[in-house]
Each structure stands twice: as structure tokens, then as C-alpha cells.
């Protein structure tokens, strides 16, 4: 028999679990996460039931905050670098089309940097043994799959791709954050993703 708390074999006899002292109960089946031959997976801890801790809408928006201001100051040399370029071009004059095609070149080259280090930002993170990025890991936060597992770096570039998504259209796909059951954005969903504390 098994303990159907802490999942710890049984004593023949036992009213009680001696290592946590939860009441025996009258199957003898093994509770979920141990096996049937009796044994304790390797980690030494069973699964348990224990209802999974989901992180709410402003948990994830202080994260936030933290991770722009993080990525502000990674990206604060390009934009010195994008106005000094802006200033340079404006400065040797030349065809006035030719000044502004060349400034919105170097415009879109600066988006195209912010948002390729932002995508790697939180794939990296998240992909990672962490499992969060340092805004989410100072707020005791991690990313998963549903089951709870550390996902990979495909998955987490496709939520960083979903996160673009959720910020679409006045932000409503991180604002389900605060209405769906799983705490949620759309980006989560469409990743099949969960953020836990």
C-alpha cells in the first residue's frame, strides 16, 4: 500500500503514513506519479494534485516593465546610433526625397533591431533553465507548457511572435490575462503556454 498524500509504501497494517502522518486510506493503489511496481521516481518526489499556481495580469505587468526597461538599456546604443545617423544624413544635405528615404532606411533598420533582440530576449529566457526572463524570475515567475515542463526555444519564439499578436489591438490579448482561467494572453494560447508562479 501507498500513501495517497505523499506517496511513501506503507507499513502492512498502518492506520497512518509515518513520514507524513495523512490516514491511510482502504485501496492499495498507487497514487498518481508512482509507479506500479511501488517505486519513487528518480527525483524522489512524486506528481502530486496540488491545483498549479497561475500568475495574474499585474504579476506579468511589473515583469514587464522590469524586461522593457532591461531591453531599453541593451538597445539604447542603437538608438544613439540611429539619431546620429539621422543627424548625419540631415547634415550633408543633397535631394530632399533621396534625406528621407535614407532616414525612414535607417528608421526601419533601428524597429527591425528592437524587435528581433526583443524576440530573442524572451526566447532565449525562456527556453532556458530559467524558464523566465530576469523580469519574470525577480517577480518568481516561469514559462511552461500546460503540463508544467520547460518548453523550448521554438515554442518560445513562437510566443514571442504571439506577444506582437496580443499587443495588435488596443492590447486585448495580454488583457485576457485577467479574465481566462488559466491566466492566459493570447500569445500563451496560441503557444500552449502558461505562466506559473
Excluded at 44 to 61: K, Q
Excluded at 75 to 80: H, L, Q, S
Excluded at 162 to 170: I, Q, R
Aim: net charge positive; proline share 5%.
Amino acid at each position: 500500500m501507498f500513501c495517497s498524500r505523499c506517496g511513501k509504501p506503507l507499513p502492512d497494517g498502518a492506520t497512518s503514513c509515518p513520514s507524513c502522518g495523512a490516514t491511510v486510506q482502504a485501496t492499495g493503489a498507487a497514487p498518481a506519479g508512482v509507479p506500479a511496481g511501488g517505486e519513487v521516481p528518480a527525483s524522489g518526489t512524486p506528481a502530486t494534485d496540488a491545483p498549479a499556481r497561475y500568475a495574474g495580469f499585474w504579476r506579468r505587468f511589473w515583469a514587464f516593465i522590469v524586461d522593457g526597461f532591461i531591453l531599453g538599456v541593451v538597445m539604447m546604443p542603437f538608438g544613439i546610433g540611429l539619431w546620429g545617423t539621422i543627424a548625419a544624413i540631415g547634415q550633408a544635405g543633397g535631394d530632399e526625397m533621396e534625406t528621407i528615404a535614407q532616414i525612414i532606411a535607417a528608421s526601419m533598420m533601428a524597429w527591425m533591431l528592437r524587435m528581433l533582440a526583443s524576440l530573442l530576449y524572451g526566447a532565449l529566457f525562456e527556453s532556458s533553465a530559467w524558464q523566465a526572463t530576469p523580469g519574470k524570475k525577480l517577480l518568481g515567475l516561469r514559462v511552461t507548457d500546460l503540463e508544467g515542463r520547460r518548453i523550448s526555444f521554438l515554442r518560445a519564439s513562437g510566443r514571442a511572435f504571439g506577444k506582437w499578436l496580443s499587443g495588435l489591438v488596443l492590447c486585448i490579448g495580454y488583457i485576457m490575462v485577467a479574465f481566462t482561467e488559466k491566466k492566459q494572453g493570447l500569445h500563451d494560447m496560441l503557444a500552449g503556454t502558461v505562466v506559473r508562479r
